[in-house]
């Protein structure tokens, strides 16, 4: 497993933008590469779902319906980092967002269950 760091939430107005960070931390950081990356929310009372997702190269990726066209996400296995820019921000994007890594491959690793390695979570709260 690879330890996970989340960073960049906050209170934003509707309409406005957020940049949220995942960065790999300790003993496992080298790793970062190898994983395909996803992240995921949770609001009160719902179940945590899968917002997008990264190859472990960056050159695949995937969107949850709901965020299409105003959520991009990328990567920089450099820096061990992923980050999840967020535009045109709603009310209903109000929730902790979770990273989360898994070796499983890609195409199969569209749920919550497929991953084994999370980040403690950031709040992000959009007003309207």
């Known amino acids: 497993q690879v330890q996970l760091v989340e960073s960049g939430g906050g209170l934003v107005q509707a309409g406005g933008s957020l940049r949220l960070s995942c960065t790999a931390s300790g003993h496992t950081a080298n790793t970062f590469s190898i994983y395909n990356m996803g992240w995921f929310r949770q609001a009160p009372g719902k179940e945590r779902e899968v917002v997008a997702r990264i190859n472990w190269g960056g050159s695949r990726t995937d969107y949850a319906d709901s965020v299409k066209g105003r959520f991009t996400i990328s990567r920089d296995n450099a820096a061990n980092t992923m980050y999840l820019h967020m535009n045109s921000l709603k009310p209903e994007d109000t929730a902790s967002y979770y990273c989360?890594?898994?070796?499983?491959?890609?195409?199969?690793?569209?749920?919550?269950?497929?991953?084994?390695?999370w980040g403690q979570g950031t709040q992000v709260t959009v007003s309207s």
């Open positions: 989360a890594a898994t070796l499983a491959d890609f195409d199969s690793a569209d749920a919550t269950r497929n991953f084994d390695s």
